[in-house]
């Protein structure tokens, strides 16, 4: 596998259900000053705890907290925010450590901006 979909499972991988701690070098992440914070839908993260962390260690305000779950929600994922590297890590860090203490699996991966484009 080369290119972007090697990137992405590697990304898929990184920070994961249970894990809140990197389980790939930093050579695995992706390159770039700049990180995508993107979160996945599950069937088991309760909505209010996606919005309190959107909130708390996000910073959203909460309608746009509400606003952000629901779009992961209905469409499988979402950018939360774009940080500088170093942030974005350790934001994701700071969500999964939270929602692995509120009993959640989310599932949160980091990805360069405009992964999509082509």
Known sequence: MTGA???RRSL???L??????PSLPDEALPGG???EVVVHNDNYTPQNV???IFTEVFGHEPATATNLMLQVHREGR????????AEAISLSH???ARARAAGAPLRI?????NMEAP
């Open 12 to 14: 898929e991988v990184f």
């Open 78 to 85: 979402t950018i939360v925010v774009r940080r500088p590297r």
């Open 33 to 35: 000053e700049e990180l």
């Open 50 to 52: 996606v919005v309190d």
């Open 109 to 113: 991966t980091l990805e360069p901006p």
């Open 5 to 7: 979909g090697y990137r």
């Open 94 to 96: 700071a969500a999964i």
């Open 16 to 21: 994961t259900h249970g894990t809140v701690t």
